[in-house]
């Protein structure tokens, strides 16, 4: 997807009448202009969702995949290491059997290893316009209040500082005998989110959560949310 395919995405979606894109959509949009995201695809029922699996390999998550569903966990909408055909048919037929409103499909995602992780964001302030945040990601993200933020547009030198002013910026150097991360990803992904902000007028706000730092130092944004903003 190209920028350009990702402002007809939020344009279709706003015609729609959404208020916000799907998770895969969300990713969609991220992965065009450079942040890694998850290998996965939509499927539409268990067979298909088979089918996918077997093209990711094993072992997978499945999600269910729709704009309304903004907290998929709490609605025990996702279904992590699932190993084998059996168990990723079964969970799609659960998934789409017991979701609350209609689905784009159910998402067939890789997991994606590490127990590391971050939070990437972007938010429009009245005054200072679009603000992208880093911070610590998963379920610590809103316990311990470990951010930084930047104004955009800001470079890569700004993206670096913005690692040093987390509390907990040792978890980005070697860990437990896991690698450095990727600093250089995790900065070029924090401009472009910067970037979204000002190219793109439709997004209001977005959660990237959890990135994850793989035990080699790989940087792969695992979920994403993005909120449209009103006309």
Same mark, same amino acid.
């Given at each position: 997807?190209?920028?350009?395919?990702?402002?007809?995405?939020?344009?279709?979606?706003?015609?729609?009448?959404?208020?916000?894109?799907?998770?895969?959509?969300?990713?969609?949009?991220?992965?065009?202009?450079?942040?890694?995201?998850?290998?996965?695809?939509?499927?539409? @029922? /268990? +067979? #298909? *969702? $088979?089918?996918?699996?077997? =093209? &990711?390999?094993?072992?997978?998550? !499945?999600?269910?995949?729709?704009?309304?569903?903004?907290?998929?966990?709490?609605?025990?909408?996702?279904?992590?290491?699932?190993?084998?055909?059996?168990?990723?048919?079964?969970?799609?037929?659960?998934?789409?059997?017991?979701?609350?409103?209609?689905?784009?499909?159910?998402?067939?995602?890789?997991?994606?290893?590490?127990?590391?992780?971050?939070?990437?964001?972007?938010?429009?302030?009245?005054?200072?316009?679009?603000?992208?945040?880093?911070?610590?990601?998963?379920?610590?993200?809103?316990?311990?209040?470990?951010?930084?933020?930047?104004?955009?547009?800001? @470079? /890569? +030198? #700004? *993206? $670096?500082?913005?690692?040093? =002013? &987390?509390?907990?910026?040792?978890? !980005?150097?070697?860990?437990?005998?896991?690698?450095?991360?990727?600093?250089?990803?995790?900065?070029?992904?924090?401009?472009?989110?910067?970037?979204?902000?000002?190219?793109?007028?439709?997004?209001?706000?977005?959660?990237?959560?959890?990135?994850?730092?793989?035990?080699?130092?790989?940087?792969?944004?695992?979920?994403?949310?993005?909120?449209?903003?009103?006309?």
């Amino acid at each position: 997807m190209t920028n350009t395919a990702a402002g007809d995405l939020l344009r279709s979606a706003r015609d729609r009448g959404r208020n916000a894109l799907s998770e895969h959509e969300s990713k969609q949009l991220l992965a065009a202009y450079g942040v890694p995201v998850t290998r996965e695809g939509l499927a539409r @029922d /268990a +067979a #298909e *969702a $088979v089918t996918v699996a077997e =093209e &990711l390999g094993y072992p997978v998550a !499945l999600k269910a995949c729709s704009a309304e569903l903004m907290h998929k966990s709490e609605q025990e909408a996702v279904l992590l290491h699932l190993s084998d055909p059996e168990a990723v048919r079964r969970g799609a037929a659960r998934v789409l059997a017991s979701a609350p409103s209609p689905l784009d499909g159910v998402l067939v995602q890789e997991m994606v290893p590490g127990n590391r992780e971050l939070v990437l964001g972007l938010t429009r302030d009245p005054q200072f316009g679009p603000c992208v945040m880093l911070g610590l990601g998963g379920v610590l993200t809103e316990i311990l209040e470990d951010t930084a933020f930047r104004v955009a547009p800001f @470079d /890569a +030198a #700004e *993206a $670096v500082e913005m690692t040093r =002013e &987390l509390r907990a910026s040792a978890l !980005l150097g070697p860990f437990r005998g896991q690698s450095a991360a990727d600093l250089d990803t995790l900065c070029r992904s924090l401009v472009a989110v910067g970037r979204i902000g000002l190219e793109l007028d439709a997004v209001a706000e977005l959660d990237v959560n959890p990135v994850i730092i793989t035990p080699q130092g790989g940087i792969v944004a695992a979920d994403a949310l993005v909120v449209l903003g009103k006309e």
